[in-house]
């Protein structure tokens, strides 16, 4: 009997200590204890420096960065260098957050390094990245358009599976509209960063901001959200105000230059960002340029106006020959040359809202109703741009080569499969009555005119 009581007992012990641990873990969750929402990019030169940027409770005001030039070996300890973040606090609606970064320089060029972000008990994995070599040589990136909504279910597979694709990818560019509420991160950060995961601990973000990074919870605002800033860090070269949202960073032979088409200012600062763009594309030495910014040149979603958007910009893009313009905001694929051979404007979409498209006369190659990245290869005297689908699928293709006079010369791919022109999930409902009567008329002289 006694033995009965005993085992009753410590049954009821073992029972109520289970509980409690389950209670401990569910209030202070792997997430909640360690670093988090971890992710590289450049403030300073991609060859020399590295930008880190993370997470944590408000438990952990204070936080670091240590790091160590990578080895095979796991016995590096006696070399790491620590450096102490910069920290934010941050109330979101879910919760006080701290916000660190670290922005490491005098990097040796063309180096890996490990590193781990953390405080006290509570450390990241270790986790590497390497530096660029600051010559001509080849290379890749990925272009992404809008991932936006239902991020955690659908988007995150054009990430993943672009990444899988493309592990020697060098960055990872994103023309906008991460996010769909810009201030709010449920269903919003806390769903983007985990998309990418590991990858962006190891593969550098270079993104353009969007209007929904100017949405804090429903309305769009005057001022990009706080939780841009806090999220990246990229550089302060932009127009006064505009810093890390208006900005260019040279990587090896190319330049980057984002814009911030969303942004709300004056006409004097309009004037300043378009003087800015100039010298930036005048200025720069290398071999080739391309510029990002959300909104596609011209409406394209089946009830926008088709107008130019930006005819100044386009004026400059098409002055100096900018080869490739990288955009989104359209929710559907497009490219195409408008009043020039150049630039080659490109819209896509990486998440799975999707829009039905209106088929302007500029279009070369379209397509609805897929979710897509980019593959864009880089070497001195060509570029390869690839438009794959997430199943790895080519969808499009082109290739700019520079002749010996210096001359871009451009070709697109050959055997590529037939457009998919199907229109979005609930077209019907979505449209006016008129937009959904004359899709059929339209794809049609669309199609026809591409045969001729």
Known sequence: MKKIIYLFISFSILAFHCQGQ???????SLLEQLPHQIKLSWETAPENSQAVSWRTRATES???LEYVEATASPFFVDRIEKFEAISEPYESEDGLWYYHAVNLQNLKPNTQYSYRVGHKDHWSEWSEFKTATGQSEPFKFLYFGDVQRYIHSLGSRALRQAVLANPDAKFMLFAG???????????????????GGWAFQNIPIIATPGNHEHKWATKETKEITPLWNLNFCFPKNGPKGQEE??????????????????AKITDEQKQETYIWLENALKEFEGDWIFVTFHHAMAGLARNRNPVIRFPEVKALLEKYKVPMVLTGHEHLYARGRMDGDFPIYAVSVAGPYQNAIQFSDWIERAGTSM???????????????????VLGEVYDAFTIAKNSEGEMQFEEGIDLPAESLVPTKDFEKRYDKELVKSYETDRAKYLQRKKQ
């Open 371 to 389: 979710q897509l990245y980019q593959e864009i290869y880089v070497s001195e005297n060509e570029l390869k741009y690839v438009a794959k689908t």
């Open 22 to 28: 389950k209670k401990e873990e569910n209030n202070n």
């Open 62 to 64: 204070k936080s670091y």
């Open 245 to 262: 949202q208006t900005y260019f960073v040279d990587y090896n032979n190319i330049r980057v230059i984002s814009l911030d088409t969303s």
């Open 177 to 195: 509209d991460l996010i769909h509420r810009g201030g709010l991160n449920t269903e919003n950060w806390n769903e983007f960063f985990p998309a």
